[in-house]
């Protein structure tokens, strides 16, 4: 008896090692599909149309951390009002810190296309508008200095009075730096300098938005993830600019909804099931498929 179930399981072990069939896929750039212009979103056509049954598997993934936490009309309008005058700016599509965002609120300063004050004191640049970390509380803090005229140089399109520009953020850039959406700081004009913090208002900036990066697949059935065809997630845990070298210590295999298909997708999305803007589309996705015929 003891024979007789062993040469069962033997030869079963062995239907099931002949039946099976492992493959790997791996997408690059060659793969991207720029339908929608986010650099998300990759396609693996297969020759003619597959009857899939099976797991699939996230093997390695290698990408540049180029997912912009400003993006051009959607997280980047403020203005600014002085004097009665209201000027609405867009900050191009980036990778912001408080730095390099208090560096563009300057720049804008000093162009003189605009009405926004701005002076040089002894050959030094003075700026009425700055944003900068404020540590002990976990904010932005804001700082706005009375438009006083007092050096060598001002600009011949704006009329310099004792008071405070204003500002405000029109759309999710409020997020970002921890501000009232559409509300103007300070709310009444001042003449004296004026401090705020987002902590004022109870509220947290976040300049690091898509903190998770999660891979959908239209071959994935898995029932412990929301939404279900979630192949893969993990955080871009290096900076700015860097490859993300990303490989599970051990293989995930994902039940394949049984079909027919014609291609294999892969997506990008956050862990609120935001599409991801990718700037670099020099991306590497090794697949593995063990398919039961």
Not at 222 to 244: A, C
């Amino acid at each position: 008896m003891y024979n007789i179930f062993f040469l069962f399981y033997l030869f079963y072990i062995i239907y099931i090692y002949m039946n099976n069939q492992n493959k790997i896929i791996i997408l690059n750039k060659n793969n991207l599909d720029n339908n929608n212009g986010l650099k998300n979103r990759y396609v693996f056509k297969f020759s003619n149309s597959q009857k899939l049954k099976g797991q699939i598997s996230l093997a390695s993934i290698v990408m540049p951390y180029s997912t912009p936490n400003i993006i051009l009309f959607k997280n980047s309008s403020f203005t600014i009002k002085y004097n009665n005058i209201e000027t609405t700016f867009q900050i191009p599509t980036g990778f912001y810190t408080l730095t390099s965002l208090n560096n563009y609120l300057q720049y804008i300063q000093k162009q003189t296309n605009n009405n926004i004050p701005y002076n040089i004191v002894n050959g030094i640049d003075e700026f009425f508008i700055n944003v900068l970390y404020n540590t002990t509380y976990y904010s932005v803090e804001l700082r706005l200095s009375p438009c006083k005229l007092v050096g060598t140089a001002g600009k011949n399109n704006s009329i310099y009075t004792n008071n405070t520009p204003q500002i405000k953020f029109n759309d999710d850039l409020s997020k970002i730096v921890g501000f009232p959406l559409n509300t103007y700081i300070p709310s009444s004009i001042q003449s004296t300098i004026f401090t705020t913090i987002s902590k004022d208002f109870n509220l947290v900036p976040n300049f690091t938005p898509s903190n998770v990066y999660n891979l959908q697949c239209n071959l994935v059935n898995n029932n412990i993830s929301i939404p279900s065809n979630v192949l893969y997630s993990f955080t871009p845990n290096t900076t700015y600019g860097s490859n993300i070298n990303e490989k599970p210590n051990q293989l995930l295999y994902l039940n394949i909804i049984e079909g027919n298909y014609q291609n294999l997708v892969i997506e990008f999305f956050d862990e609120l099931n935001n599409q991801l803007l990718i700037l670099d589309e020099n991306i590497i996705i090794t697949l593995y498929l063990n398919l039961v015929e």
